[in-house]
C-alpha cells in the first residue's frame, strides 16, 4: 500500500501547554493537506487543511504549518486539553477527487 | 444533520468467506470513499466512488469492490476472505470528488477474519 503506518510516535505534554505534532509527507505534487484527528473507537475528524500556496492557516486553538521545501507539515495546539488525546494524522491530496494519502500519525497524551 | 453511518459495526467472517460493508454518506453527499485501517498498514485508500461510477482506486487485489447506488449510498464488497482482511474499514463522505471538499468519515466497520 501507498501508507506505510508502522510505530507510532507518541507525543507526553502537560494539559495547558502547546503541542507540536510533525509530519513528512512524501508527493511534492500534492497541494492540499489535512490533519484528522482519531479519537478510540471513532474514525478521523477533520482539524485543519492548507492548500499549498499558504505556509500557515489558523484555526480555533490550532495552527498547520507547512514547508513545501522539505515537505513537512506541522501542527500546533495551543493550550492542550485532556480532550485532545487521540491519534493525529496528516493526509496528502493526491490526483483528483477524495484520494488521500495518510501519514503513520502520532499519539498525542495530555497529563492532567 | 445525521452523519455518515456504516453498518454493522462489527463482524466476524471466517476465511474464505464473503463479506459486504454499507455507507450511507451524510445527506446532500454525493461522493463516497472507502479506507482500511490496520495497526500495521495504517490508513489506505480502497476506492472511491462519485455519481455510481468509480473515479479512483488504491493498490488493493481485484478481492476488493465496491459499488454506489444512485442514493448515493455505497456497498464495498471483500470475498475469499484472508486473515489479513482483518482491519476496520472506514467509509468517508464529501459533497464531491474535489480536491479541497472536506471529508467527513464515519465509525467504522470492524472486521475480524477468523
Known amino acids: 500500500g501507498e501508507s506505510v503506518g508502522l510505530h507510532l510516535p507518541t507525543l507526553s505534554v502537560q494539559e495547558g501547554d502547546n503541542s507540536i505534532i510533525n509530519c513528512a509527507y512524501s508527493n511534492s505534487a500534492s497541494d492540499y493537506f489535512i490533519w484528522y484527528k482519531q479519537e478510540s473507537g471513532k474514525g478521523p475528524q477533520f482539524i485543519i487543511d492548507i492548500r499549498s500556496n499558504m505556509d500557515k492557516r489558523q484555526g480555533q486553538r490550532v495552527t498547520v504549518l507547512l514547508n513545501k521545501t522539505v515537505k513537512h507539515l506541522s501542527l500546533q495546539i495551543a493550550a492542550t486539553q485532556p480532550g485532545d488525546s487521540a491519534v493525529y494524522f496528516c493526509a496528502e491530496s493526491m490526483e483528483y477527487g477524495n484520494k488521500l494519502v495518510f501519514g503513520a500519525g502520532t499519539i498525542l497524551r495530555v497529563k492532567s | 444533520k445525521a452523519g455518515v453511518t456504516q453498518t454493522p459495526r462489527y463482524l466476524i467472517k471466517t476465511r474464505g468467506q464473503q463479506v459486504t460493508l454499507s455507507c450511507s454518506p451524510i445527506s446532500g453527499h454525493r461522493s463516497v470513499s472507502w479506507y482500511q485501517q490496520t495497526p500495521g498498514q495504517g490508513l489506505q485508500f480502497l476506492f472511491e466512488y462519485f455519481s455510481e461510477t468509480q473515479r479512483n482506486k488504491g493498490n488493493f487485489p481485484g478481492r476488493f469492490s465496491g459499488r454506489q447506488f444512485s442514493n448515493s449510498r455505497s456497498e464495498m464488497n471483500v470475498s475469499t476472505l484472508e486473515l489479513g482482511d482483518s482491519a476496520l474499514y472506514l467509509c468517508?463522505?464529501?459533497?464531491?470528488?474535489?480536491?479541497?471538499?472536506?471529508?467527513?468519515f464515519g465509525q467504522g466497520t470492524r472486521l475480524t477474519v477468523v
Open positions: 468517508a463522505s464529501s459533497l464531491a470528488p474535489v480536491e479541497g471538499t472536506e471529508a467527513f
